[in-house]
């Protein structure tokens, strides 16, 4: 099913990048059009109209899960995209988080009743000394609507604080997020006080941040880096899955 929404394929057109191309592309292909409307209403912040369009579509027999896959998420994740590339800045980016929670506040009821065990366990905070947030919190809720439970530190978190949360919460993964390229060396200050408390090898640690690079990561020692809030999703499982095969061997 290709995109039929006028409205969505422009702003598909903004995904340029090849992997991102493919992996959005296929998620929206796979949507029908009245998904396709609520992941469009969603990127242009029409929160009246996607709150609307999900409860019309729940009652018409869609399940919470579909809508939240197929609509919601695809949605964000073109919004993720335009972020990063500064074709939006964020007033839009908190717009369409508006219009995110008007469709959740009709989902969240039936995804919390349905029982179904979560993912796993993250843990999100903007590195100490760095007051930037938008970036972290859109990570945040693409792991929240994939399935993951997730504990937000919030900015300005020290590595006392990360290694707090993982005893306190017990997370397989913990994210760092970082703006400043002067704030990203805490994130290497955070991956050794890891170490130096001796519990490296039970939590995988993952970097991501408009200035964070892979290589960046590699020298840091983190185990993961997220290039945006969609990646952040399958980094996120592809940790908890190398923890387990660690933790089995």
Not at 40 to 50: K, N, S
Not at 196 to 205: P, T
Request: proline share 3%.
């Amino acid at each position: 099913m290709a995109i039929k929404n006028k409205g969505l394929a422009l702003e598909f057109e903004y995904v340029t990048r090849p992997g991102e191309q493919k992996h959005i592309g296929e998620g929206l292909d796979q949507a029908d059009e009245c998904m396709q409307e609520i992941a469009y209403q969603l990127i242009i912040g029409a929160h009246t109209e996607v709150g609307r369009l999900t409860k019309n579509a729940l009652d018409d027999g869609y399940t919470a899960n579909h809508i939240l896959d197929n609509g919601l998420l695809n949605g964000m994740a073109i919004v993720g995209v335009k972020f990063r590339d500064n074709v939006i800045f964020v007033p839009e980016v908190l717009i369409s988080a508006r219009a995110m929670k008007a469709g959740m506040a009709f989902l969240e009821p039936i995804l919390s009743a349905s029982g179904i065990e979560p993912l796993g366990i993250v843990v999100m905070g903007t590195v100490k000394g760095d007051l930037h947030d938008i970036g972290k919190n859109l990570c945040i809720m693409m792991l929240r609507g994939a399935g993951f439970v997730v504990h937000d530190l919030g900015v300005d978190t020290s590595a006392e604080e990360f290694s707090d949360a993982f005893e306190e919460h017990s997370p397989q993964v913990i994210g760092m997020s970082a703006l400043l390229t002067t704030t990203m060396p805490n994130m290497g200050r955070t991956i050794s006080s890891f170490e130096d408390l001796g519990i490296r090898d039970e939590v995988r640690l993952m970097v991501g941040g408009a200035p964070v690079t892979q290589e960046f990561a590699d020298e840091m020692g983190a185990d993961g880096y997220g290039e945006n809030a969609v990646d952040c999703v399958d980094v996120t499982k592809n940790l908890i899955k190398m923890l387990e095969e660690l933790k089995a061997s």
